[in-house]
């Protein structure tokens, strides 16, 4: 496994203060980037909180998930939560440390009071001081939240006052873009209101009990309500690891509704991803959660389409310049706007999304420009099955007849076969997951010349 190490630098820890117009929640930010460039300590709001003791849990949920490692036993230090300015709002995001379970904390234009709300993406400071007195705020104290210093911050003389230092594994990177390119093949399942959204959280297991885990879960609706069923079956939704959702009972006295996404799934299917969302007033809490509780995104192979072709990273380097910060990117204006065709910018769109440079709101079933702080180009120089597939191509391994291609591996050979649906393998990767988990490394070699291949004849023909 490949690490390096993050480094946080802020002026300050963040902290609740007491101020002359009640308490003020100053949020410390770390370098990222602005619609003005990169900035050391950006500032994205100054106002005040509609529901300050809602956004109050909602933030710690996405602290929890952060400090998280369901299904481990493993202890580590957690990553500070990510926050986005897109304009109308603020996002809150973290990854589990385990890489299964995704937050996102969406403050809604409507649960913000006052105050301009900027453009860019960094790391906020969320430290135990921090937890313990968000912990604490009531339902009625007025509350002003500062996401970024008050005035522009000038780093003193002997160097940022707080540094953490995080190591980061390549995969928690390959996770946190891999979830992005999951959820937006996800549809609404299932959606519940009031009484009954809190009947059916309250009905889920608290804490994260890795040894009593009940693994997947398959549930369809029923009524106002969802069903548990002893099997999947056209229209269910599954819940992988129910403990996983243990973040949503800080915010239960304020939940007014809950919306369940996935993937279309058949009988017999196999485990998938699952979104569970949470409505606030004037936010909104979602987590989405792996297909197994010791299985994290980072292996889910949903990305190696995208980071395989030329075509569509030449596409992504001209759609990132037309991005702004916006909240709710559409594809067709998008293409419009590149000269691309849909299904081309939705490609280039599922690129940048690989490197962290746009999300997916399953709400609003569409992408939103923000800008991981990492360095995003690991998601792909650390891809092992991408590697591996170049590696066949380099050393001319694989070889193509028709709708069938041959793929020399050591002492033989893998026969990869593809008509006009997916391509199958002969490997034993291809016989455990059937394509579950993406293409092996044969079948994406194969795909990848096919590519190659066909653009060589489309050039001639020009």
Request: aromatic share 6%.
């Amino acid at each position: 496994m490949t690490r390096s190490v993050q480094v946080f630098a802020y002026l300050r820890p963040s902290a609740i203060r007491n101020a002359r117009d009640g308490k003020l929640l100053a949020l410390e930010t770390s370098g990222g980037s602005t619609a003005g460039g990169t900035r050391p300590h950006p500032s994205f709001f100054s106002g005040f909180l509609a529901s300050p003791q809602a956004a109050a849990a909602g933030l710690l949920s996405v602290a929890d998930v952060a400090a998280a490692r369901y299904g481990q036993r493993l202890l580590g230090r957690s990553l500070d939560p990510v926050v986005s300015g897109n304009g109308d709002r603020l996002r809150f995001e973290s990854f589990s440390g385990c890489r299964g379970v995704h937050a996102r904390l969406d403050v809604l234009r409507a649960g913000l009071d006052g105050g301009q709300i900027g453009h860019g993406t960094t790391n906020v400071d969320v430290n135990v001081p921090l937890r313990e007195a968000l912990s604490r705020i009531g339902a009625g104290d007025p509350t002003r939240l500062r996401v970024g210093p008050d005035e522009p911050a000038v780093t003193p003389l002997g160097g940022p006052v707080l540094e953490k230092k995080v190591p980061l594994p390549d995969h928690w990177l390959r996770g946190f873009a891999e979830t992005q390119v999951i959820a937006s093949g996800f549809d609404l399942r299932a959606e519940l209101t009031g009484a009954d959204a809190l009947g059916f959280l309250r009905s889920l297991p608290r804490g994260h009990a890795r040894d009593s885990s009940p693994g997947a879960q398959w549930l369809t609706p029923a009524g106002r309500s969802l069903r548990p069923v002893t099997r999947p079956a056209p229209g269910a939704v599954c819940l992988p690891g129910p403990e996983r959702l243990a973040a949503l009972q800080r915010v239960l006295r304020h939940v007014t509704g809950l919306r369940v996404y996935g993937p279309p799934v058949a009988a017999r299917a196999a485990p998938v991803a699952s979104a569970w969302e949470v409505s606030m007033p004037g936010m909104r809490l979602t987590l989405m959660l792996s297909p197994e509780t010791s299985r994290g995104f980072s292996g889910e192979g949903g990305a190696l389409e995208a980071l395989s072709t030329h075509e569509a990273a030449e596409d992504a380097e001209l759609v990132s310049v037309l991005l702004a910060w916006e909240p709710r990117i559409d594809p067709a204006e998008l293409a419009e706007r590149a000269g691309l065709s849909v299904r081309r910018a939705q490609a280039a769109l599922t690129r940048l999304a690989t490197a962290g440079r746009v999300g997916y709101d399953t709400a609003e079933a569409a992408y939103f420009h923000r800008e991981l702080p990492y360095d995003a180009e690991r998601a792909e120089r650390h891809t092992p099955r991408l590697r591996a597939a170049r590696a066949l191509l380099d050393t001319g391994a694989v070889t193509l007849d028709g709708e069938m291609a041959s793929v020399a591996s050591g002492d033989h050979a893998h026969r990869v076969r593809h008509a006009s649906g997916p391509l199958s393998c002969t490997c034993p990767w291809w016989a455990q997951y059937r394509g579950g988990r993406g293409p092996c490394k044969h079948a994406l070699a194969v795909r990848m010349l096919r590519r190659g291949a066909a653009s060589e004849r489309v050039g001639s023909a020009r």
